[in-house]
């Protein structure tokens, strides 16, 4: 069993690497950076009597909406891991709103600035917190 996942996780690096110089050619071109951006694939791999994998087709934008039980639980596993990958990091709003009113308190003539766009407004996104990583629930 851990042959067949080796050379499966071989198929898919190998997969990867010969896409590699499109990707960062358009990357370059558009000007990004390789933390601005991220994509699922989706491998499509079909075992033989052998269990050696065979790659059928990699999908760009892979269907994520479940058709099963497991099929949600594999999904929602997948996505979890894809955002704490990423970098992206669940939003509390309700600690969000206690962060920017301590804030408000400590900063003596802090005071809304709708409309001007400046100021203390923008002081405070700096010192604003997330809640941490997305967990499966």
Same mark, same amino acid.
């Given at each position: 069993?851990?042959?067949?996942?080796?050379?499966?996780?071989?198929?898919? =690096?190998?997969?990867? /690497?010969?896409? @590699?110089?499109?990707? %960062?050619?358009?990357?370059?071109?558009?000007?990004?950076?390789?933390?601005?951006?991220?994509?699922?694939?989706?491998?499509?791999? %079909?075992?033989?009597?052998?269990?050696? $994998?065979?790659?059928?087709?990699?999908?760009?934008?892979?269907?994520?909406? $479940?058709?099963?039980? =497991?099929?949600?639980?594999?999904?929602?596993?997948?996505?979890? @891991?894809?955002?704490? %990958?990423?970098?992206?990091?669940?939003? @509390?709003?309700?600690?969000?709103?206690?962060?920017?009113?301590?804030?408000?308190?400590?900063?003596?003539?802090?005071?809304?600035?709708?409309?001007?766009?400046?100021?203390?407004?923008?002081?405070? =996104?700096?010192? /604003?917190?997330?809640?941490?990583?997305?967990?499966?629930?």
């Amino acid at each position: 069993m851990d042959l067949m996942w080796s050379r499966t996780y071989d198929v898919i =690096l190998k997969t990867l /690497s010969c896409g @590699d110089s499109y990707v %960062l050619q358009a990357m370059k071109k558009n000007g990004m950076h390789r933390s601005n951006c991220f994509e699922v694939f989706g491998f499509d791999i %079909l075992l033989d009597s052998d269990l050696k $994998p065979w790659l059928i087709e990699v999908n760009l934008s892979p269907s994520l909406s $479940p058709d099963s039980p =497991l099929d949600m639980t594999i999904k929602t596993n997948l996505l979890t @891991d894809t955002y704490n %990958l990423a970098g992206i990091r669940r939003f @509390d709003r309700r600690k969000e709103s206690l962060n920017k009113l301590k804030y408000r308190a400590k900063v003596p003539g802090f005071h809304s600035n709708i409309g001007t766009g400046a100021g203390k407004a923008k002081q405070y =996104l700096n010192h /604003s917190s997330l809640a941490g990583s997305i967990v499966n629930q």
